[in-house]
């Protein structure tokens, strides 16, 4: 059984930084990709960014070049690091897992941005 814990949600001001941490029951290396969703208020659930195992990342035009995912290995822990964070970013942000065919999800970390 996978089971994915999110953390480092929070409140900041607009132009500021966070980084989110997901660590993972498993080996990281073993899951096809690793991802970041998120679910602004009042809509529906939306690709942020993932890592394949390869390494190969891809991120939603609306976050790209002010979003990292990064992962390590050695942690079984996937990061994303948000710079010049908007208020539009205001969401909760799940972790995923692909492993064949399933998904596995975290509970959520809550990220508010003030304006």
């Known amino acids: 059984q996978v089971h994915l814990v999110e953390s480092g949600g929070g409140l900041v001001q607009a132009g500021g930084s966070l980084r989110l941490s997901c660590a993972t029951s498993?080996?990281?290396?073993?899951?096809?990709?690793m991802g970041w969703y998120r679910r602004p208020p009042g809509k529906q659930r939306e690709l942020v960014a993932t890592?394949?195992?390869?390494?190969?990342?891809n991120y939603a035009d609306s976050v790209k070049g002010r979003f990292t995912i990064s992962r390590d290995n050695a942690k079984d822990t996937v990061y994303l690091q948000m710079n010049s964070l908007k208020p539009e970013d205001t969401a909760v942000y799940y972790c995923?897992?692909?492993?064949?065919?399933?998904?596995?999800w975290g509970q959520g970390t809550q990220v508010t941005v003030s304006s």
């Open positions: 890592i394949t195992s390869g390494g190969s990342t």
């Open positions: 995923n897992a692909q492993l064949s065919v399933k998904d596995y």
């Open positions: 498993g080996s990281i290396a073993s899951f096809n990709a």
